[in-house]
């Protein structure tokens, strides 16, 4: 999509051997390890870029939401000290604007009413379990918003779908669907944010030349609670629906913040991304957007 809108793009991997995919797609490959900050200094200082885009997690195979911060820890990392070397690199070549990724959705205060907006924050009370993983996305979000010398935002991304997901046609998640893994919890009253993963990468596209510093909700038209979505998302590919787990028989099995985010949770508004992003999702909600998983 940034290639499409005119612009040249470098894309950064660990390995030399990822090099022939990004030269594939139209970027300069260079090498980058984010919690490095000699490789990131180099990397950054060698191509000079007018916009960082910070999209780096280490999120593979995470299955355990009882230990959802030792899950996280890498990442958690990437959000604190890879974010202060993209950071720094980036002020000291010029660049003009820093988008980074957050997320929206267990992380949303549960005391208000209806959807969240940007400006109510993160939750003030999260469950033991995510603490640290929490504290992680709201240092991110402060030193990338408030960093002077260029402008910062922070997008928070619903849950993706779509190809290349967790939650696409050959993702682990549609697994655990299928094998009737993934239940409703008490009475599945937590309400999910979904974004379409094309969705969440035209934000970003947008996001180089759109907004100004702060927060942004990237989630489609329809938050939506456990109870509705997931017995749509077993019909649609043809599973069974899903099983019911009382609250108290689920929480040693997934614990006290996987009980919240099945029946807790608050969904997010997304007025704000229309409103200075110029943006609108090609899959407005997940009912549609579930037809085009893979």
């Known amino acids: 999509m940034l290639i499409e809108a005119g612009h040249h793009v470098i894309g950064t991997t660990r390995t030399a051997g ?3 995919t990004l030269a594939d797609a139209g970027a300069e490959p260079v090498l980058l390890d984010g919690l490095d900050a000699e490789s990131v200094r180099n990397a950054v200082t060698t191509t000079e870029p007018d ?11 995470l299955s355990n939401l009882k230990r959802f ?12 000290e890879g974010t202060d070397h ?3 690199a980036a002020l000291d ?3 003009k604007r820093f988008i980074a990724q957050s997320f929206s959705g267990w992380n949303n205060p549960r005391s208000g009413k209806g959807l969240a907006t940007e400006a109510e924050g993160l939750d003030p009370d999260p469950k033991p379990e995510a603490r640290k993983t929490l504290a992680a996305m709201g240092y991110l979000e402060r030193v990338v918003t408030e960093t002077d010398g ?9 849950g993706f779908y779509g190809p290349r997901t967790g939650l696409g046609r050959d993702g682990d998640m549609l697994d655990l669907v299928r094998g009737r893994k993934l239940p409703i919890v008490g009475a599945g009253q937590g309400v999910w944010s979904f974004i379409h993963i094309l969705d969440a990468a035209r934000a970003t596209a947008l996001a ?3 907004g100004s510093a702060g927060v942004y909700n990237i989630v489609d038209d329809g938050p939506a ?6 017995p749509a998302l077993a019909e649609v590919i043809g599973a069974k629906g899903p099983r019911r787990v009382p609250a108290w028989l689920a929480r040693p099995m997934i614990g006290r913040h996987g009980v919240m985010m099945m029946t807790e949770m608050r969904g997010s508004s997304n007025a704000k991304a229309k409103r200075e992003l110029a943006w609108r999702p090609a899959y407005p909600t997940w009912r549609a957007g579930f037809q085009h998983l893979g």
Do not use: C, M
């Not at 260029?150 to 619903?158: E, M």
């Not at 609670?225 to 997931?230: G, H, K, N, Q, S």
């Open 225 to 230: 609670p456990v109870a509705e979505w997931l």
């Open 150 to 158: 260029l402008t910062g935002i922070a997008l928070r991304y619903g």
């Open 208 to 210: 180089v030349d759109h």
């Open 93 to 95: 070549v010029g660049a």
């Open 51 to 61: 916009v960082v885009i910070h999209q780096l997690t280490a999120l593979k195979n």
């Open 86 to 88: 993209l950071l720094q």
């Open 69 to 80: 911060d030792e899950e996280f820890a890498e990442t958690n990392r990437l959000r604190t």
């Open 18 to 20: 990822s090099f022939a």
